[in-house]
């Protein structure tokens, strides 16, 4: 091999100092953001950057190369791996980190992707490679992708040094995805992080204030944004911000105080943030609506106007003005407003609605319909591309669409009125306004400028209005069609152009920053406290510049989404924001001169648009400061999917390279494996090399880079092996000293088990009958069934059983649980209540879109026993009303077979909800009480004694339920939980907590629907969650039945009748809808089984990854179940052993750490039935050692890791002992297999 052709480089042309070497050693990923490449002052470091990117990359190169020539030359080794030249894989990772550094993140996402392809077994291992690779797909705001990266790292690396990022960022992503008690969290965990941030902890608390905001809580956001004004050293464009939402805040909430003094207040705020930030556009809208909403026209035009100037003229502002027009009668002038909202924003219903209100009140009913039809399209497309930008789900309500409920009214009088009548034709009767059609195609600003001409006649305005109009339309008509004008008759949409077949040009970047001016933009944000004025002032309009850079990049995208959205329709090419640039307030003339008195026919009120408050400092941290934003901005959704499925990227970036650097593509395999001494062999073998002279350098293959790599395993101690066969001594001994560092697994399973993952399901394909199998069902005829060994086992076997007549086989007294009974005895305990839409059991339409979905809505609220049956009573009568009256119609109602006294079976909720006919009702509401807490022994006496006749497995205590050895109340779990339904009433899909198995006896009189899934399943279930957007853990929802057996999942479904006891299996999932007025009560139980356990324990890692609190305190019940039980089923030993041993070594290694950092210990022990702790901060369960601080005049226990992040040194904490470690050591070693007695099912014993 020659080095004649193309490439003339070659490693060893790279040369590269010790001192150099060292500085690229310490790079990775958790330099990002604190590393600026591009500032003036780390030129060199990027210089070295770019260089060992070089190095890299043609380190792959030449191994290529070399693999080519060896396949060539020994032809027969070709199909043997052994012979493959491999890369090692971390090379990858350290390619990724340098793009990331170098703001290059398509090739950083690139480089990790191949990292992830080759290490897919492992990749976890690598804290810094999930950082970057979380880091990345949050750049390209891949929220789903982003989370879970995230999710794996602090579960395998807790101490991470840049933890306080994860959580910002994983709080910012789930406030987007409108999951708020995940995202406050994650915020509030990120706050209290005294580790170094990139983000300012009064930016975080901006966060929080803005949360409270977006979920309505209008006084708590008040109180923070209030709290944070007070903070002197807060920056002025987030005192911008603060003054901005606070204005808004008191321009919409009733609950801020009469109208006559919060809009003042609004204004004031409003001027505040004015004053803060004068570039900001939207805090001119806003300021407009505040005018326009008490009456201050003149006021409001102005604002509107200055917004528009400031180039944000957004679609809401000219909606706005577009209304102030129409208020004052000014139609011409409001049609063109509506115009121009509409053609920036298609799916602007607002401006659509009310355009069709101006239209009709000018008598042109037909523009009228077209332009309601385009309002109800653009809202229920514009959910579909919110849902689609966000990747969730946005659960949008009526009012803050801004949907006007008559509008479907409108249209359907409309439609029938318009059907027989002829379309208006040139010929027809002179109209007020021009069409739709017209004033679409129409340019507008010729029409405008003419009026304007006619009212002025002024020279100045005359060349201002021809810039005005030559910046409106670049210099033609507006592209793309107009908007369809539908049919009435439903005839096939009019079109009036040929669809033009190519995408919209990209809009040109007006506002693009060069790289310098963002380099200087970067300068300024890092050192905005030391400023000077002027500084200050080209900061504040570089950052203006930069959101307008991004709005315009939003839009752009959301345009470009939009056209996918709706392939029929292209979306008007709109170039950018910049068309009123130089143009005067004067331009058009304040709508002050009022001709005539115009007002909609009906008195429909107009709309005003629900402006999309994004605070602008969320763009800041969401979008970090890139140095090439145009590039890496444009990456499309699409792309992203491509990029995402893994498919085509791991050949990109070699391909490329091999392109660069004119060598043949090749065919490129990874070996997968390598020992480990090979690879340091060459390692030592690249080092002496790599500024030895040239020698064949083409031959010297390198696998590594030159520099140390930091091994993912070299931080590690050389893996220990510990066994459960050990003695408690043994394995104190053997971690000793690992605890120093503070780097302490949280796994329950092992230090190399991978984070945990949601199983894949069975594989074997289900047949339609398999696909809903029967249900395991027993009849129950005497007691003596009830407590046969057989019931048990049968339950333990399925998923889930349905035992029937268990009631009256034992002689249960229902009626101890009846509405009647429980007013009689507790009118006043407290009930929570789900306010619920009534639906067909299964089906879950969505309200708005007409469509099926798993998001089921749940309300809660709270009531009382005596309120809620007074509900549950008159709902009941309601329907026995409703019932009459159809049979006085005639009509007979089949289903309401008459049983004993109560005529209610009825399949009330088989009718179709309304909102499924298309119509617009309100869909019916009902409210489920749920949650009752029967666990007051002296208030509920008679009712939990009635339940000790059941037998031992079902029982809420007993010896062989693990619930009952957690030694304290676990409020729903171990205690009994009473539900008050009315026909409909959900219980959403659910596991148990912690996968435990439970019990549900239905009191009646009505029936229970339910759906049940095998456990192995769940992992489908929960990706399919993911699909519709929704958080399995987190979020309620109702599958979709087409949608499980599409996905081969199998469902059983049956009734539960009066008096029937439904068991429900460890893990499986189920959901629950009442069929007819019914009360139910339900309880956990654990069977003292090694499914059981291990389940648990999965359920325990899979919350702990999830961020979700496990409501079983696992290490404490086993810690207990070791002291109170004897195992001989070697399997639920093994599993418990190792927990045990899993937490012993952590107690051992975290009071190591403690010690280390000096701090004392006290002994504190344990109280009687004293309850488990869990951590005050991340909510996870707290063993043994507790770290207190007192907060707010609580004291707070902390988890190590929460304590270390607050206080490094642990200083300001008290740390607790509640066992001592001689007596969990002799615990643990007493805890053993006991040998099986008998052959029962009973494999355990209880002392
Ligand atoms: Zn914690």
Known sequence: MNKSNSCTEDLDDISMTAQELHILSELDSRQYGYLLLHLPENEKKRELVLKAVKYLQLMVVQARRQQKVQDENEPNNFQQNSKKISIDPKTWVKLGHFHLLLEEY??????????YKIQAENHWMDPTFLYGLGLVYFHFNAFQWAVKAFQQLLYVSPSFQRANEVHLRLGLMFKATQEYESALKHLQLALV??????????????????????????????????????????????????????????????SLGDKNQRIPLAIHCLQRAHDADQFSGQTLYLLGRCYASIGKVHDAFIAYRNSVEKSEGNADTWCSIGVLYQQQSQPMDALQAYICAVQLDKCH????????????????????????????????????????????????????????????????????????????????????????????????????????????????????????????????????????????????VKQFKPEPEQKPTPPQHSFTLSPQQLQLLNYFQQNVNNL?????????????????????????????????????????????????QGQSPQDVTPPLNITKNMSSPNGDKLLQPSPNLIPSCTRDITMPLSGQPSTDMDVSEEELKDFLSQKDLTTTLAENLLKHFGSDAI????????????VSKQDVDSKKRIKSPKQDSILTIKSEPPWEVDSMHSDKRPEVEYSIEMEAKTIL?????????????????????????PPDPPTIKLNPQQLLPPTPSVYLDNKKHAFSPQLQEFCLKHPIAVIRGLASALKLDLGLFSTKTLVEANPDHSVEVRTQIQQPSDENWDPQSGKKVWACISHRSHTTIARYAQYQASSFKESLKEERDKAASGLSDSDSKDSANFPKRRRLCNI????????????????????????????????????????????????GNMLSHVGHVILGMNTVQLYMKVPGSRTPGHQENNNFCSININIGPGDCEWFAVPDAYWGAICALCEKN????????????????????????????????????????????????WCNNIAWNVGPLTARQYQLAIERYEWNKLQSFKSIVPMLHLSWNLSRNIKVSDPKLFHLIKNCLMRTLRQCSMILEFVKHKGVEVKFHGRGKNEASHYCGQCEIEVFNILFIREQEKRHVVHCMECARKQSPNLEGFVCLEEYKMEELMEVYDNFSLYPTISATAEQYRLM
Not at 212 to 233: M, P
């Open 912 to 959: 179709p909800p309304s909102l499924n006919t298309k119509g617009c009702n309100q869909p019916k509401m009902l409210k489920f009480g749920t949650n009752v807490d029967l666990s007051d022994e002296k208030k509920w006496k008679a009712q939990l004694q009635e339940l000790m006749k059941l037998p031992a497995f079902a029982r809420v205590v007993s010896a």
């Open 106 to 115: 398509r090739k950083a996402l690139s480089a990790y992707q191949m990292f």
């Open 349 to 492: 219903s607002a401006a659509w609605a009310n355009l069709g209100i101006l239209y009709e009140s000018c008598g042109q009913a037909r523009d009228a319909y077209a332009c309601y039809l385009n309002s109800s399209r653009g809202l229920s497309n514009r959910s579909s591309e919110d849902s689609f930008l966000s990747s969730k789900l946005p659960r949008l309500n009526l009012s803050s669409v801004g949907m006007n409920p008559h509008l479907l009214q409108r249209i359907n009088f409309l439609q029938s009125n318009l059907a027989n009548a002829p379309m208006p034709s040139a010929t027809s009767q002179r109209r007020q306004l021009l069409s739709i059609e017209e004033a679409w195609n129409l340019p507008i600003s010729a029409e405008m400028s003419s009026r304007q001409q006619q009212q002025t006649g002024s020279q100045q305005t005359k060349s201002n209005t021809q810039s005005y109009q030559k910046n409106f339309n670049q210099g033609s008509t507006p592209q793309g069609p107009p908007p369809p004008y539908p049919s009435p008759s439903g005839a096939p």
């Open 1029 to 1076: 957007q929704i958080n399995y853990l987190h979020g309620s929802w109702w599958p979709v039945l087409d949608d499980l057996f599409a996905a081969n999942i199998p469902v059983y479904r049956f009734n539960q009748r009066p008096g029937d006891l439904v068991w429900v299996n460890a893990g499986c999932v189920h959901w629950v809808q009442a069929v007819g």
């Open 667 to 678: 065919d490129i395999k990874e070996e997968q494996d390598q020992s480990d001494s090979g």
């Open 532 to 580: 000077t004025p002027a500084q200050e002032n080209m900061r504040l309009q570089l950052q203006h510049q930069h959101r307008l850079m991004q709005q315009q990049q939003q839009l752009r995208q959301r345009q470009t989404v939009a056209a996918h959205a709706r392939p029929g329709s292209t979306p008007p090419t709109y170039n950018g924001n910049s068309h009123f």
């Open 193 to 254: 992080d005294n580790s170094p941030c990139t983000t300012p902890k009064s930016i975080i608390k901006f966060h929080i204030a803005h949360l409270f905001e977006v979920q309505g809580k209008v006084k708590g956001a008040k109180d923070r944004y209030e709290l944070l004004l007070r903070d002197k050293s807060i920056t002025q464009s987030l005192r911008a911000d603060i003054f901005r939402q606070l204005g808004w805040l008191y321009h919409c909430h009733d």
């Open 733 to 757: 001994r053997l971690c000793k000293g690992e605890g120093i560092k503070g780097e302490i697994s949280n796994s329950l399973i092992s230090d190399r088990a991978p984070p945990p993952s």
